[in-house]
């Protein structure tokens, strides 16, 4: 197989201009999502460090109130969608309910 056809199979791109370029790109999107999976590993334990105190303290794992308004500071910056991923982190970060 050429270079030409392995790059282009690669990304799905035509033309090697094009192919190059996504070639560049995904290596971002690569680092960000490194970034992105480390932050929510930061938030994970966050979360846990309050979980663990309110639990230790005699109170509940869960505040509703306060993942009322999380969920909102998603929606309001990503729409519906911003929802669904902040419902993901939720249970990421506190487990199922
Ligand atoms: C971290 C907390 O505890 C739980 C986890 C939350 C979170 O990960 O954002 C939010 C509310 C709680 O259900 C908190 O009360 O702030």
Same mark, same amino acid.
């Given at each position: 197989?050429?270079?030409?056809?392995?790059?282009?199979?690669?990304?799905? %791109?035509?033309?090697?201009? %094009? *192919? *190059? #370029?996504?070639?560049? %790109?995904?290596?971002?999107?690569?680092?960000?999502?490194? &970034?992105?999976?480390?932050?929510?590993?930061? &938030?994970?334990?966050?979360?846990?460090?309050?979980?663990?105190?309110?639990?230790?303290?005699?109170?509940?794992?869960?505040? #509703?109130?306060?993942?009322?308004?999380?969920?909102? &500071?998603?929606?309001? *910056?990503?729409?519906?969608?911003?929802?669904?991923? *902040?419902?993901?982190? #939720?249970?990421?970060? &506190?487990?199922?309910?």
């Amino acid at each position: 197989m050429t270079t030409h056809t392995a790059t282009t199979e690669k990304t799905g %791109a035509r033309t090697d201009e %094009a *192919a *190059a #370029l996504i070639g560049d %790109a995904r290596g971002r999107i690569d680092a960000l999502d490194d &970034r992105i999976i480390g932050l929510i590993q930061e &938030r994970m334990a966050v979360s846990a460090v309050i979980q663990e105190a309110r639990i230790s303290s005699g109170g509940r794992r869960v505040n #509703l109130n306060r993942e009322m308004e999380v969920l909102g &500071r998603y929606r309001d *910056a990503l729409g519906k969608p911003g929802t669904a991923l *902040a419902m993901t982190m #939720l249970e990421l970060c &506190r487990g199922r309910i």
